[in-house]
């Protein structure tokens, strides 16, 4: 079955690296150090059925999915994807041996617009958007293995925190600066609203880094998210809780590429 040979060749490699490390000394002096670099990280998530705003009714299951009431299309929600680039930054440090920790911040969004004619003779449209974020800030902790002067690999794993959010609006026309602090002055066609929630992840992963300069490398991990939003948990406005249809699970695959400065 060769879907099978990758996986177990990467634990092989694994163990039979850190069994080396056994007789081998370890040099203080070529591995106390750090780095810093731009990280993007590509989360395999199905945005469409990870935030609650497409989730499926669960007290009337056959009225669909209750993004119906945004006025988007299937076409339209497809274009949202079936992953989410967070650009980030990441650094590293050794601390004791072959410890190393770290910190990763990033933020990745994706938005859909919908224009739907209202009057023809005044040219008048609708604009509906729609926009999801996903804010994340981790620490790390990891075990190093050497394998060359140019050449390691890390296993360990990120733990903190993130946040998501919907953010949803409509137009009709260009809305004033001054009419936005009139409590009174409420126009239906001029609405916005925002959704958030802020919820503990964790991301185990497997990290290989090649250095190709004194002060250059570049370093591949790839790992898997795991974070839960409980439908308890979500912020309407900013303001006041509000309770979601149903669980946000943002379990995902992550592959993270970091191109770092330093030692």
């Known amino acids: 079955m060769p879907k099978h040979f990758l996986p177990v060749g990467l634990v092989l490699l694994f ?9 081998v000394p370890f040099s203080s002096e070529e591995y ?3 780095g810093i670099g731009y990280t993007p990280t590509f989360l395999l998530l199905d ?12 007290d009337d299951p ?20 079936d992953f989410l680039v967070i650009h980030g930054a990441e650094g590293f440090g050794n601390i004791s041996g072959h410890w ?11 938005s859909i617009t919908s224009i739907t004619p209202i009057d023809t003779v005044t040219n008048t449209k609708l604009q509906t958007d729609l926009k999801v974020s996903l804010m994340t800030g ?22 903190g925190f993130s946040r998501a959010v919907i953010q949803f609006a409509k137009k009709v026309d260009i809305p004033g600066w001054d009419d936005q602090f009139i409590f009174n002055n409420i126009d239906a066609n001029n609405y916005t609203m925002s959704l ?21 490398g570049l370093r591949m991990s790839a790992g898997y998210n ?18 979601a249809p149903g669980v946000s699970n943002f379990n995902a695959p992550a592959v993270r590429v970091m191109l770092y400065l330093g030692i």
Do not use: C, H
Not at 226 to 243: C, H, K, M, S, Y
């Open 196 to 216: 958030s929630g802020t919820f503990f992840t964790f991301q185990p992963y497997v990290a290989v880094k090649l250095q190709f300069l004194d002060r250059a």
């Open 138 to 159: 981790n620490a790390s902790l990891e075990y190093v293995i050497p394998l060359f002067s140019n050449l390691e690999i890390a296993a360990g794993s990120l733990f």
């Open 226 to 243: 795991v974070g839960t939003l409980p439908a308890n948990q979500w912020t309407l406005n900013d303001f006041g809780e509000i309770r």
């Open 62 to 81: 056959q009225t669909g999915l209750l993004s119906t009431g945004l006025g988007f299309s299937d076409d339209d929600i497809d274009l949202l994807g």
């Open 15 to 23: 163990v039979s690296a850190l069994y080396s490390q056994r007789n």
């Open 100 to 110: 190393r920790v770290g910190a990763y911040v990033g933020m990745g969004s994706k």
């Open 47 to 58: 945005i469409a059925k990870r935030y609650p705003f497409n989730q499926i009714d669960q």
């Open 32 to 34: 106390l150090g750090g």
